[in-house]
């Protein structure tokens, strides 16, 4: 029960991680169906996808820690 606690607090303090791991999983299945349907689904698009969702997730969190320390300051 203390590592689901855990996992509740972690998620308090990135308030944008459940909208970056929606966005990522609808990206997923954007590329899945227009892979299926054009008939020219590859492993190299979703990885492409997968590092660009990762960019930005990891932008977002020091973008957070940031202003968190800008706000902190004043």
Do not use: E
Not at 7 to 27: D, E, G, W
Not at 53 to 65: C, E, M, V
Request: aromatic share 10%; proline share 1%.
């Amino acid at each position: 029960m203390n590592s689901l606690k855990a996992q509740v607090s972690n998620i308090k303090s990135y308030p944008n991680v459940i909208v970056y791991l929606l966005t990522t999983c609808a990206l997923m299945l954007t590329l899945a169906i227009q892979g299926t349907i054009q008939g020219n689904l590859q492993v190299t698009h979703f990885l492409y996808a997968l590092l660009a969702s990762a960019a930005f997730a990891t932008w977002a969190i020091f973008d957070l820690k940031a202003r968190q320390t800008k706000l902190n300051k004043y």
